[in-house]
């Protein structure tokens, strides 16, 4: 499956920049500027009532929410957030501006587009200059401290681990 990572990359810059979102993006200041500067809204609900650890959908052409579990790590929640809007504004925004009617959730057919939201979130969340000069910060020895990267962008470990292979700074 290949990923178009440059349309992708332009998307979540000009997100971030237009939702003036300085880096490292926190998780209150994330739902306060969906609700701020978007005609959006974001849900906590239980894990009984979703299958996903977030979930968008449109309510009307203009208007969204981003339902999401709320017994994840802030880590976690941030990353599924941002996935989300990764689904926004790559997938349900049409030219005209308006939302398309419907639900993301994920599914076997829609592996593509799932695909695209994380990247779209990996680099709204570790845009690829920062990272790398935070990886270089917290390198010693040939070695970056990971986690000491993933604590200043409010990501996990994991998630961490993957930007810096996509970036092809190791393995």
């Not at 920049?17 to 739902?31: A, E, G, H, Q």
């Not at 996935?83 to 593509?112: I, P, W």
Request: glycine share 2%.
């Amino acid at each position: 499956m290949n990923l178009d990572r440059d349309r992708i990359r332009d998307a979540a810059d000009i997100v971030r920049d237009r939702l003036s979102l300085c880096v490292p993006i926190s998780l209150d200041t994330l739902r306060d500027t969906i609700v701020e500067k978007l005609p959006g809204r974001c849900i906590p609900v239980d894990k009984d009532t979703l299958d996903a650890d977030a979930q968008i959908r449109t309510l009307d052409h203009t208007r969204f929410e981003i339902r999401y579990l709320n017994d994840r790590p802030t880590t976690r929640t941030l990353f599924s957030i941002s996935h989300e809007l990764g689904h926004l504004f790559l997938h349900l925004l049409q030219m005209d501006g308006t939302l398309r009617q419907a639900v993301c959730n994920r599914d076997l057919a829609q592996n593509h587009q799932e695909a695209e939201a994380n990247e779209f979130a990996a680099v709204f969340l570790m845009p690829e200059d920062a990272f790398i000069s935070k990886c270089h910060e917290y390198e010693h020895e040939n070695k970056v401290n990971v986690t000491k990267v993933a604590e200043y962008f409010n990501v996990s470990v994991r998630a961490a681990t993957v930007r810096g292979s996509v970036l092809g700074l190791w393995w």
